[in-house]
């Protein structure tokens, strides 16, 4: 039997618990000089008619790279695709960002 999950929608612009939380990391690379700025959801980016990816933060390194960190606690298969599409089609390098153990937070480039 397949598990149902609740949206759990916020407003746009509105940080659930994980996004906070990667933010809160963000921030301590800013002050380390790591990263010389991000912005949540700050970049939206067409990806087909009517089909947009949002990314959770644009981040840029203090190397002047920019890069799209897209933070999940679960992947849906549309959020997936949607993310390799974009990666494909943009020539930004994105990242998909989750919390794993012991608040140490996982990378993986797409």
């Known amino acids: 039997m397949k598990a149902?999950?609740?949206?759990?929608?916020?407003?746009?612009?509105?940080?659930?618990?994980?996004?906070?939380?990667?933010?809160?990391?963000?921030?301590?690379?800013?002050?380390?000089?790591?990263?010389?700025?991000?912005?949540?959801?700050?970049?939206?980016?067409?990806?087909?008619?009517?089909?947009?990816?949002?990314?959770?933060?644009?981040?840029?390194r203090s190397d002047g790279v920019l890069e799209m960190h897209e933070v999940k606690g679960f992947m849906e298969d549309d959020a997936n695709v949607k993310l390799k599409v974009a990666a494909a089609s943009y020539p930004f390098l994105f990242k998909l960002i989750r919390k794993g153990k012991g608040g140490t937070w996982t990378t993986t480039e797409i």
């Open 4 to 60: 149902y999950y609740a949206l759990g929608r916020l407003k746009v612009g509105a940080m659930n618990k994980t996004e906070a939380g990667y933010g809160q990391q963000l921030e301590l690379l800013k002050r380390a000089g790591e990263v010389l700025w991000y912005r949540f959801e700050g970049i939206k980016l067409r990806l087909a008619d009517n089909t947009f990816l949002t990314v959770d933060f644009a981040v840029m």
